[in-house]
């Protein structure tokens, strides 16, 4: 390639390059950075899509039976009409973690089957309960249930949640 070619093929990609219609700006603030794991506490309740959380940021939980509280307050108004509902059987709930593992006992429960909603409620919410507590890894936590026809779990939230 010759000196006068390789000058010409230079001048065409720079007029090129600063005629594309991008102009110089200064520094933009890109706003907070995401941190990957939503913040506050999140209550799950029952959709036509399986479990769906949603945030209660001005709620704080300071024990894992709190959340037995949360779920039999059911959805506000507005999250019944996106149809939302609790599907949770009213009753006696007492939950204890050890380690991330969360065991609920419910004297009248019955679980009918891993994949019911009203498990998945009440397991997704206790493990986000529990990450706020006790700081466990949210992969980490596991959920028994004891009810009255023995022992059922353990269940991980992801079990319930894009079914």
């Known amino acids: 390639m010759t000196p006068a070619r390789a000058a010409r093929i230079c001048c065409l990609l720079a007029l090129a390059a600063t005629g ?72 006696e709930y007492h939950a204890t973690a050890h380690r991330g593992h969360v065991t609920v006992t419910a004297p009248r429960l019955a679980v009918t089957s891993p994949q019911d909603q009203g498990t998945g409620q009440l397991v997704c919410t206790l493990a986000r309960a529990e990450v706020l507590l006790h700081g466990t890894r949210p992969d980490k936590v596991q959920v028994s249930i004891v009810g009255e026809q023995g022992r059922a779990g353990p269940y991980q939230c992801q079990q319930f949640l894009g079914h």
């Open 20 to 91: 594309c219609g991008i102009r110089p700006t200064g520094v933009t603030d890109g706003g907070t950075a995401p941190s990957g794991i939503s913040q506050g506490m999140r209550i799950y309740f029952a959709s036509d899509r399986g479990p769906r959380g949603v945030p209660r940021p001005e709620v704080t939980v300071d024990q894992l039976d709190d959340v037995f509280k949360l779920l039999a307050g059911g959805p506000s108004p507005a999250e019944r009409d996106e149809g939302l509902s609790s599907v949770l059987p009213d009753g």
